[in-house]
């Protein structure tokens, strides 16, 4: 019984989650279309900066975003393993977790504080600036727990692979669907505090509660290989 129940939440929370990106995306056919096809977003092409960037001025952006460097760094490579790096990143991902922070359906002290100082003009500049930069990428980390469960996930669970919505490279699915972000080359640190804040409940702003399902079925163990493993890529 638990198991159907499982089911239904994901496929409840996959539908959510593919007609909200839909809205986003070019066509149903790219936000649907299995990743397993072998696309690698890891392009900086002109073309693809633009597509990711949204709607804002990067140029306007730069000098809009000298706060926000002092934590996630000058071109959004930031330093610390706490503060995620947002090089690349989808402009319009930035923005709604900014949103998110404000509005209280993610929380962070000093990011609900800041987010809330932020119009959205300026947001959108500064999301553009940060996405714009040389895509975040990873030193490649041996991880074959963390590897298997990015890509094949565990149906024994009906955990969903991670690979089809990440991308194999963890970079999303396409430079204009910014529904899925940029998590490959992220720091492990993050990237595991995240895992846990979705599996604990404190982090619910994922469409359809998709991450909170998802990663209630991962032990310790599971996690941090894969934050360690996705940190690499
Ligand atoms: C004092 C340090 C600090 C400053 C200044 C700061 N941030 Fe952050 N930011 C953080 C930390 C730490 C996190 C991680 C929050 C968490 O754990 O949920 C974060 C998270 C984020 C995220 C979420 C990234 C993701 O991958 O989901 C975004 C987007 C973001 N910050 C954008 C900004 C912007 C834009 C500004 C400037 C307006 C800014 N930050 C200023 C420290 C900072
Ligand atoms: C069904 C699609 C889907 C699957 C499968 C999926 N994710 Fe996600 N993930 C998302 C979406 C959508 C978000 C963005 C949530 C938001 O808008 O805040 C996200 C966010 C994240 C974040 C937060 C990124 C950040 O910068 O804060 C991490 C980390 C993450 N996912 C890791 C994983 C891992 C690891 C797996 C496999 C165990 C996985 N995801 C499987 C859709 C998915």
Known sequence: MLHVKNHIAVGLALAVLFTTSTAFAKSTHKALAPVSAGVEMSDDSAEAIKLRSGPGDPVAGKDKSQLCQGCHGEVGISLEGMAPKLAGQYGKYIAKQLRNFQAGTRTHQIMSAIAATVSDDDLADIAAYFASQTK??????????????????????????????HGVNGKGKSPGNPVFPVIGGQHKDYLRGQLINFRDGDRGNSPGGVM????QKLTDEELDSLADYVSGL
């Open 136 to 165: 975040m990428k990873g030193d490649g980390h041996d991880n074959e727990l963390g590897k298997k469960l990015f890509l094949h996930g565990d149906m024994s669970r009906m955990m969903v692979a991670c690979v089809n919505c």
């Open 212 to 215: 909170n399902i998802i990663t």
